[in-house]
């Protein structure tokens, strides 16, 4: 059994070695980055504009979100914000972007400060999230895939 499992790694050793060596990555352009992040925050000023159209297609087909512990696919997530709409308009301030583009795919985390303005009303206070997203580039245009949000600094519980 020892002269097997010492030949196995002797051949894994030698395979790994005669393997050709990956190419560097090639960097990515600033541009790309720009542009993944440029999608997330039209998908929200979509939202604050009120307009369904655009937030939706801005989702893929195959897309859900998870908030803290509850998780939306593409057609609750736009039920749900589309229901919002009547209420008031919330407004997104996007900060401290960590953004990785491989190829087609991108995933970002940052920082989202939320400001919701009842209809008729004065802003409320401000409610601050730590997200991530994934994307997929398909046609050309950077498009959610999977997303994450988890609030931070909660009120305390009553």
């Not at 504009?49 to 897309?63: G, T």
């Not at 696919?73 to 900060?95: E, H, K, N, W, Y």
């Not at 997200?131 to 046609?139: C, H, M, P, T, W």
Request: aromatic share 10%.
């Amino acid at each position: 059994m020892k002269t097997r499992t010492t030949m196995m790694a002797f051949l894994a050793m030698v395979l790994g070695a005669c393997a050709p060596a990956s190419a560097p990555p090639r960097p990515v352009p600033a541009s790309e980055t720009r542009a993944v992040e440029a999608a997330i925050q039209q998908w929200y000023d979509a939202s604050a504009r009120h307009d369904s159209a655009s937030y939706a297609a801005l989702m893929l087909p195959e897309f859900f979100i998870l908030e803290d512990t509850t998780r939306y696919d593409r057609t609750s997530i736009l039920s749900l914000v589309v229901a919002g709409f009547a209420r008031g308009v919330d407004r997104a301030t996007i900060t401290d972007w960590d953004t990785q583009v491989s190829g087609d795919v991108a995933w970002t985390t940052f920082r989202n400060t939320e400001v919701f303005t009842p209809t008729g009303g004065a802003p409320g206070s401000p409610r601050r999230f730590l997200e991530s997203a994934i994307l997929r580039k398909v046609g050309g245009q950077w498009k959610l895939a999977r997303y994450h949000a988890t609030r931070i600094n909660r009120p305390a519980a009553r």
